[in-house]
């Protein structure tokens, strides 16, 4: 903020409860923050997440969610179902949303229709 920082976007987001808390104590700076949204597509695509990409980490009920339905998960519906979940836990708590759709641009409707954007 002292640098000059406008606003913040967070990694992706797949842990809700984690999210609001850091909220609860990140709007005292009066800055506005985006959430960021990846698109699960897999449940290898979160478990690389999960050994890969710092800051982030998708629950193990979420792979196994991503794991029950492997056509409805390869169709995007399964992601975008989780996606538009974290969205409307959260958004209340956020000034934006990132959606980070990974080649999966063709989804974003459905998540926005389904997260009630």
């Not at 982030?56 to 492997?70: F, N």
């Not at 390869?74 to 989780?82: L, M, Q, Y």
Request: net charge neutral; glycine share 8%.
């Amino acid at each position: 903020m002292r640098a000059g920082a406008d606003y913040f976007q967070t990694q992706a987001v797949y842990e809700p409860e984690k999210f609001i808390k850091f909220m609860e104590k990140a709007s005292q700076f009066g800055k506005p923050v985006q959430l960021g949204i990846v698109i699960p597509k897999s449940a290898g695509m979160a478990k690389y997440m999960n050994d890969n990409v710092a800051g982030i980490h998708v629950p193990q009920e979420m792979i196994d969610e991503l794991k029950a339905d492997k056509e409805k998960t390869k169709a995007g519906i399964t992601g975008v179902e989780i996606a538009a979940r974290i969205i409307r836990e959260c958004r209340p708590y956020c000034q934006g949303v990132h959606i980070m759709a990974l080649g999966w641009e063709s989804k974003v409707p459905a998540l926005l229709e389904q997260a009630g954007i």
